[in-house]
């Protein structure tokens, strides 16, 4: 679901609260097929009927922690982007996006891991919260692209589509490749500058 229809949070301290600190930890460490409703619960230190209570099943459980990893909501880096102008520069549009996008799956790369996985095991349920939760994000900078696109600033040929869906993959590929043991010969902030780059001069009727 949008960001701005998602469901009230859970009260701090309140067990659904509890539920959706320990569950990301459990998915992460036994997987989404292995994690059992009654470890969560332990590592919540709830009876497991208050999970039942509260999230119904474990894909309900799922989708909420996935909600509340994912949310922009108070992620300074997506308010950034979120509030850009219209006629923000392509350099300025395309970095907001891609610092911010980066920053959310380095918070969550344990539970990235995890979604990479399993994500063909999933049920239409755990693919309609991620749709909900990543494709407004895409879909904002198509839009900013393509009115881009009008005032001229992009080359006409240029498929905004596509070029999101290959900057979201160069900062995808590179999260996931942070987090393993093989040191890279560059950082975080290094590698987005480069992609940004190359994408601004790849599409820019004057990439000056």
């Given at each position: ?64 922690v996935l ?80 009115a881009a ?19 979201v993959g ?39």
């Amino acid at each position: 679901m949008p960001a701005g229809n998602l469901p009230p949070e859970p009260k701090r301290g309140s067990a659904a609260a509890k539920l959706l600190e320990a569950a990301p930890a459990v998915f992460a460490r036994d997987g989404l097929s292995g994690a059992t409703t009654r470890e969560i619960a332990k590592e919540a230190g709830v009876n497991e009927v208050t999970l039942f209570r509260n999230f119904q099943t474990k894909e309900g459980l799922l989708g909420a922690v996935l909600e509340k990893l994912f949310e922009r909501k108070a992620d300074p880096l997506a308010e950034r982007f979120d509030n850009l102008p219209q006629d923000a520069s392509l350099q300025e549009t395309v970095t907001a996006f891609a610092e911010s996008d980066h920053a959310m799956l380095m918070r969550n790369i344990a539970m990235v891991r995890v979604l990479v996985g399993e994500i063909h095991k999933f049920e239409e349920h755990e693919m309609k919260v991620l749709r909900a939760i990543f494709k407004p994000r895409r879909e904002q900078l198509v839009k900013r692209l393509r009115a881009a696109q009008a005032r001229g600033e992009v080359i006409d040929s240029v498929d905004p589509v596509i070029v999101v869906d290959q900057l979201v993959g160069m900062i995808f590929t590179h999260a996931l490749r942070s987090d393993c043991p093989m040191k890279l010969e560059y950082g975080r902030e290094r590698y987005v500058k480069a992609c940004v780059d190359m994408v601004v001069r790849a599409i820019a009727k004057d990439p000056s």
